[in-house]
């Protein structure tokens, strides 16, 4: 599994390019540095091209530089590559680079009180999020690392389990050898269902030993973040999917609340673009 790592050589996607070459590391798979290199210069605007050429031979060298950098700063060090890409829609660029290298796993940065809102790392992970068909992981910026912990799966039992998203889920427990958890999140009594999904995991993935949650809170977000925060758990997963409410998480506003309240990795599961 190629680990996909974009960047705009801000410290803050330093530090996520910190977090996915250890991960990439502990889990033996190579890891693909990603940087869009587009000038913004007008259209037919023949003067440029010289221009544009030294700038990707610049961004070809600075990545050069920053794959060397994180090969010092990650001991044991995974296989490093760069792609650099251009286009004028970054998160295209990232996600078609994506699917041509055959990536498995996105991971991104997002940035403070704004969440996912503006710059490379901003509103392009908001559309990656939203588009991708394979995972993608977005890290707080106030993420504290945590190597114990569980993998905590937040479903809206109205709507079921995707047997696709939650065969990846299993998968990443399985790779990271973590215990699969689970979160029912309900705005109303759900027990019927709740007790329908427990028994389809526990006959489905016999081999693992879940634990199962149950919150009831017209407050989707705030029962989310509050519930994950306050306990011991290194990733949260959700499995965004048209017509449920994590699906319009992954809109503007909530999400960036969402986002903004977590101090641990996010995992988005799905294995198609929700838009």
């Not at 990439?24 to 913004?40: C, I, K, Q, R």
């Not at 190597?147 to 998968?171: M, Q």
């Not at 705005?187 to 269902?193: A, F, L, P, Q």
Request: proline content about 5%.
């Amino acid at each position: 599994m190629k680990i996909i790592a974009p960047t705009d050589f801000s410290d803050l996607s330093k530090s996520a390019l910190i977090y996915a070459a250890q991960l990439a590391a502990s889990t033996n798979n190579p890891l693909v540095l990603v940087y869009n290199a587009v000038f913004e210069g007008p259209p037919r605007a023949t003067v440029l091209i010289n221009l544009e050429e030294k700038i990707e031979l610049n961004a070809i060298e600075d990545m050069k530089m920053l794959a060397e950098w994180l090969k010092k700063s990650v001991e044991p060090s995974p296989d490093i590559f760069i792609e650099i890409t251009k286009n004028h829609n970054a998160a295209e660029a990232i996600l078609k680079r994506t699917k041509d290298i055959d990536g498995g796993l996105i991971i991104l940065s997002t940035r403070g009180a704004s969440g996912l809102s503006g710059s490379i790392l901003g509103s392009v992970s908001s559309e990656v999020l939203r588009k991708s068909s394979i995972p993608v992981m977005a890290l707080p910026p106030e993420m504290e690392s945590k190597k114990e912990g569980g993998f905590l799966f937040a479903i809206d039992p109205a709507n079921g389990l995707h047997e696709i998203s939650l065969r990846k889920f299993f998968a990443f427990c399985k790779i990271m050898n973590k215990n699969p958890q689970f979160l029912f999140v309900t705005m109303e009594d759900k027990s019927n269902e709740i007790a329908a999904l427990k028994s389809y995991i526990s006959q489905t993935y016999p081999e693992f030993k879940c634990e199962y949650h149950i919150v009831t809170n017209n407050n989707i977000v705030d029962c989310i973040a509050d519930f994950t925060n306050t306990h011991n758990f290194s990733m949260l997963a959700i499995a965004p999917k048209k017509h449920n409410f994590f699906e319009r998480m992954f809109g503007k506003s909530i999400t960036t609340k969402l986002i903004a309240q977590l101090k641990i990795p996010v995992l988005s599961l799905t294995d198609e673009s929700i838009d």
